[in-house]
């Protein structure tokens, strides 16, 4: 298939692009890098040996998106573009509502327009809001209590989807809800690598360790888990790519929503002792409290991908920690 990664040259998005590339198909990349590097093209090169078609171009730039899919012929779009910081996001609500629903709507119009009708959307975990659930299946309600801009656009966009492939009963959707990506890739050549101060515990943790910043802040020892510190579903990034590819081969007109979690949780204290494992060395850290918006605990149910898309998470937030540690030194 001929495919266009938007937001392609970003973390989840080169991991995307190695393992289409891998498996023979045609990738283009259209990214603006206000989220990252032009060299992500050359390190895709190294792992793959095949450069992909590039677009600089902003999504929010309509003719200039119009003139890449003029000549574009894509059987497929995977939709990773986008802004993710979300303190940013409450600071600068229409940069987020602009960038990224603005943004989707212009891509949707293009595929529209030159007859493309298959897309992937990154959403997230965030999408379920404050339910006072921990566990989430695809059938929980979404868009409630979302606590923030860039939870909400994502939600946004969701909804569009499905406006979208009601109107045009040929669009095929797949919208894929993430819960908490890292890891990197296993040469060493592709990772996480943000412009700016990190919000997510991953990047942070690696911050520390590189004494970029003094110590780890946990975010609270208070919530009901199984230390009290917060708990996530981290997910390896190359098995999240791999849900992609999965969902690639059940797509179908309409709109399907899957999880891509492990389905099992892991609290701050556990991240802190499996990287000290991981780096043989100590991470300094301090509890302060609660930060604005979190929740105590999300988990996938990660039960629907498993059954319809045969995918499941193979790799261990060990490995994530190695590949990272192994990006890090080599970057
Ligand atoms: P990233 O920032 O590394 O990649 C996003 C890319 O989109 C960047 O390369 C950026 O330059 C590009 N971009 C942003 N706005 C653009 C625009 N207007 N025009 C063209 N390009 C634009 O982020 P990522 O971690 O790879 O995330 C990919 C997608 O997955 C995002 O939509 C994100 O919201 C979603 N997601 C990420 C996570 C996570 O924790 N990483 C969790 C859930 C969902
Ligand atoms: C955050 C976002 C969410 C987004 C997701 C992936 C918030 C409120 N939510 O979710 O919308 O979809 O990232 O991009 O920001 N932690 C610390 N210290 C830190 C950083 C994090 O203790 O310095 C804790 C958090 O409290 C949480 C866990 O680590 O318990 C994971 O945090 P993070 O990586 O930011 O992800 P989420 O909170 O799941």
Known sequence: MKVLLTGGTGFIGSHAAVRLIELGHDVEILDN?????????????????????????DLLDYEAVREVFKDGGYDLVIHFAGLKAVGESVEKPLLY???????????????RESGVKKIIFS?????????????????????VKISNPYGKTKYMIEEILRDEAVADEDL?????????????????LLGEDPNDIPNNLMPIIMKV??????????YGDDYET???????DYIHVVDLVDGHLAAIKKMKPGVLVY?????RGTSVLEMVKMFEKASGEKLPYEIVGRREGDLGE??????????????TALRTIEDAMRDTLNYLSQN
Not at 123 to 143: C, N
Not at 209 to 218: C, D, Q, T
Not at 226 to 232: E, I, L, P, S, Y
């Open 33 to 57: 890098l206000v989220n990252s590097k032009v060299e992500v093209l050359d390190k895709i090169k190294e792992i793959t040996g095949v450069k992909p078609g590039f677009h600089q171009v």
């Open 97 to 111: 509502y602009e960038n990224n629903i603005e943004g989707t709507i212009n891509l949707l119009k293009c595929m």
């Open 226 to 232: 199984v230390d009290g510190t917060g708990v996530r």
């Open 172 to 188: 095929e959707v797949v919208i894929l809800r993430y819960f908490n990506p890292i890891g990197a890739h296993e040469s060493g």
């Open 209 to 218: 360790a590189r004494g970029e910043i003094k110590e780890l802040k946990i």
């Open 259 to 263: 999880n891509l979690g492990t389905g």
């Open 298 to 311: 999300v988990i996938a149910n990660a039960d629907k991908a498993k059954k319809e898309l045969d995918w």
């Open 123 to 143: 959403s997230s975990a965030t999408v379920y809001g404050d339910t006072g659930e921990t566990k989430f299946t695809e059938e929980m309600p979404v868009g």
